[in-house]
């Protein structure tokens, strides 16, 4: 009997790196050192310095990181941010929570990123900042967004997914020069996760930089003095010793993940009833995204054989309820027809070569039947 083939293996760790996070958690424990203890301050620095960032600032989540990097940039009610129709609730989330008017913009068919031809038509004399997502874990070229909407207006990297991803032209990590701010996620199933929520920013603006501090922390930097209207968002001293040691590996795991895609690239380019995410090779592959007519059909297919997939997104936003009656209707063609056919395939670090194989094969099984 076939074994199980999970979508993904949250926090995979060596068994080293097991017996350090529980001595270091039980180290915190026995200090009591738990809120922005010394951990925090490393973990930013660490992070920073291999994200070829200047600085870097916890949070609770990375929700809360987009929260934090609109409130640090003193929008107005009606001032307007573009975000792509093709990403997580939270980007549209956010910019809805900071009470800015959100504007929605259609991605690109063949890469599922924001379509920067079309962020060009949708700015307005309002638009003040926009939110460009690194989906599935592939950077947008943020050089080329940077000249198409100037330097008035804000750009926040949503990173969430591309934790130390690289860009098309280089083979390594460069700095995030074109952004004001990066937001990562630390959610158990990313590819750097904790062990709970978890986020972060990063800038290298050093004025941003001292807002977030306060922001983070109720609008206060040293106790008792509050200058700003903050909220209670920080990053937990346990979770920043957990990402402090997985710190370590991550690099390893997301070339893995490349190696992973490249097979799966490989093997699936020619079932022609599969559409491939055209992707660089600097993305840090957070997920394996196809394309299908028949993905409903085909998720149940493999969930019958013990294979198990999941759908990223199966909304646009402009379809999402909660944002219904807070955005202009406007219908976002290719961010509607992704979130009918992407499915997401299995993809961690730990899965096996005999693995991707049995998958790939049950892909083509399922089509030749058609």
């Given amino acids: 009997m076939a074994n199980k083939i999970n979508f993904t293996n949250v926090n995979p760790i060596s068994k080293k790196e097991d017996i350090l996070i529980k001595k270091k958690i039980f180290t915190i424990i026995k200090n009591k050192n738990f809120i922005l203890g010394n951990e925090v301050k490393i973990f930013e620095k660490r992070f920073a310095k291999l994200n070829k960032s200047k600085y870097a600032v916890g949070c609770a989540s990375g929700t809360d990181a987009l929260i934090l990097s609109l409130m640090s940039l003193n929008l107005k009610k009606n001032d307007e941010v573009i975000v792509p129709g093709m990403t997580y609730i939270s980007t549209g989330l956010s910019v809805l929570t900071n009470n800015n008017k959100l504007v929605l913009s259609d991605i690109d068919d063949s890469t599922g990123l924001i379509s920067i031809k079309k962020v ?102 040293k106790k008792n003095k509050h200058n700003l209207l903050g909220v209670n968002s920080r990053l937990d001293t346990i979770q920043s010793a957990i990402l402090n040691i997985k710190l370590n590996s991550i690099l390893r795991l997301n070339e893995k993940r490349r190696k992973i895609a490249k097979f799966y690239d490989k093997h699936l380019h020619a079932v022609n009833e599969v559409k491939l995410t055209q992707t660089n090779r600097g993305s840090s592959r957070h997920l394996y995204v196809i394309r299908t007519k028949n993905r409903d059909e085909l998720i149940k297919y493999l969930a019958k054989k013990k294979i198990f997939c999941q759908i990223h997104y199966p909304y646009s936003l402009n379809k999402l309820k909660v944002f219904k009656n807070r955005i202009k209707n406007r219908k976002l063609i290719n961010s509607e027809r992704w979130s009918k056919q992407c499915l997401s395939l299995p993809m961690h670090s730990d899965l096996k070569i005999g693995e991707i194989n049995r998958i790939v094969k049950e892909i083509k099984s399922f089509y030749s039947k058609k």
């Fill in 120 to 221: 060009k038509k949708m700015i307005t004399n309002r638009t003040k900042a926009i939110i460009p997502v690194n989906l599935y874990g592939q950077r947008v070229d943020l050089k080329k967004l940077r000249k198409i909407v100037g330097k008035k207006i804000f750009i926040i990297e949503d990173s969430a997914q591309s934790h130390f991803a690289f860009d098309n032209k280089s083979k390594k990590i460069t700095p995030s020069k074109y952004a004001d701010t990066s937001c990562y996620s630390f959610y158990p199933a990313k590819n750097l996760g904790a062990y709970g929520d978890g986020g972060l920013i990063t800038t290298n603006n050093n004025s941003l930089y001292k807002k977030l501090l306060s922001l983070r922390n109720l609008g206060s930097i």
